[in-house]
């Protein structure tokens, strides 16, 4: 069923191959992908290294970036030159190297006219006493460099615990990564400028991975942002409602736990939805875990059926 000149945009995720990767994404989610260490499904994205595919409908087959080109209507004419997000599920085996992020005045300048990094994310299941590493304890830029200097890691690197459930902000700047058996949903910039700064000392093809500290000692905030401030526990929201968790200049993100019938208002620029759990329908079309979707702009009323938990995002027109 589809609703009169408005049709839901159901994408072909890409999937990507990661030394830290695990199988979660084809064995729980049903991508067709093969072999092992599948780090991450990009289930909403534009970027040139994973362009989504609409998956059927009057726009079948097309990119979504050429969505973005040709058809900006559906997407309320916004004055961004590229799709703004990228919504990805990551499944983490192991530890990810630790990284920071720069922002898009720095990136801009030193990227090749790239867009900065802010991203979030919320956590879709982890191990009991599971960690996760935000921040950092240097108290100001001199005892960052000098313990970096110093491969003081231990010292430096905060790790704090995390829950399903939680939901945490990363702004350009914060040191992060995921520890193993983490599987989150990231909501972020459309951009894959990544520094790491730490890998653990491991080796990849018996060489350790590049690490760009100079650019780390860059863009690191210092001090970093309290733990507490750090991590947000969502649970318990009030369901079949469109929650809003988290707005800031680059995004809006929310959450939606469907239980039998939800209908809201899609008043925003566009929506970018993405299943993590559960089955039902969106005005009649089957949904699954792992589906995602976009609802063009103008769509008006939506009404969700089953029992699915989403997130959502958008941005400011
Ligand atoms: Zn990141």
């Not at 994404?25 to 992908?33: H, T």
């Amino acid at each position: 069923m589809k609703k009169e000149g408005k049709e839901l945009l159901f994408l072909v995720p890409v999937c990507m191959h990661n030394i830290w990767g695990g199988v979660k994404l084809r064995e729980d989610f049903g991508y067709p992908v093969e072999g092992d260490g599948i780090g991450e499904c990009w289930g909403v994205s534009a970027h040139p290294e994973g362009d989504g595919t609409v998956r059927d409908g009057a726009y079948k087959g097309r990119k979504l970036s050429e969505l973005w080109a040709e058809h900006p209507e559906l997407f309320g004419n916004l004055q961004y030159d590229r799709y703004p997000l990228l919504t990805k599920i990551i499944d983490a085996q192991d530890d990810l190297s630790i990284q920071v992020h720069p922002d898009d005045a720095y990136a801009r300048k030193n990227e090749n006219g790239s867009l900065g990094k802010t991203e979030c994310w919320y956590i879709m299941g982890c191990k009991e006493d599971a960690t996760i590493v935000i921040g950092h304890n240097a108290k100001d830029r001199e005892e960052l460099k000098q313990m970096v200097a110093e491969g003081r890691w231990q010292e430096l690197i905060r790790e704090i615990p995390i829950h399903k459930g939680d939901f945490i902000q990363i702004d350009p700047g914060t040191v992060h990564a995921i520890k193993a058996d983490t599987l989150i949903l990231e909501t972020q910039q459309n951009s894959a400028i990544t520094y790491r700064l730490y890998d653990y000392g491991r080796l990849q093809n018996g060489k350790p991975r590049e690490l760009h500290i100079e650019k780390s000692l860059d863009v690191i905030t210092v001090p970093a942002k309290s733990a507490e401030e750090s991590v947000e526990s969502i649970s318990n929201l009030p369901e079949n409602t469109l929650n809003q968790i988290y707005t800031c200049e680059k995004y809006t993100v929310f959450k939606m736990d469907v239980n039998g019938s939800a209908v809201f208002e899609q008043s925003y620029p566009f929506l970018a939805a993405s299943v993590l759990e559960g089955d039902g329908s969106v005005d009649g079309s089957e949904v699954h875990k792992g589906d995602h979707f976009i609802i063009p702009n103008g769509y008006g009323k939506v009404e969700m059926n089953g029992s699915m938990s989403l997130i959502l995002s958008t941005v400011e027109r």
